[in-house]
């Protein structure tokens, strides 16, 4: 029986050392670690949907 996705929700929290004055000092290389976490945590669905897809 085939399994269909109609919404997934993800939900993720990025807490930077110092709070807000991590964020105003770090600037554009916060940014950049924010970029990077969401492109791995698209990568990681990609893979299970395409895992679930072969089954």
Known sequence: MPLE???LVIK???DS????QGAAQ???ANEEGKE???NL???KVL???KEKAER
């Not at 050392?17 to 807000?20: A, I």
């Open 12 to 14: 993720a929290t990025v």
């Open 17 to 20: 050392q110092g709070g807000e």
């Open 47 to 49: 893979e299970i949907l």
């Open 36 to 38: 990077q976490l969401v």
């Open 5 to 7: 996705i109609r919404e």
């Open 26 to 28: 770090g600037g554009g």
């Open 41 to 43: 945590c698209v990568e």
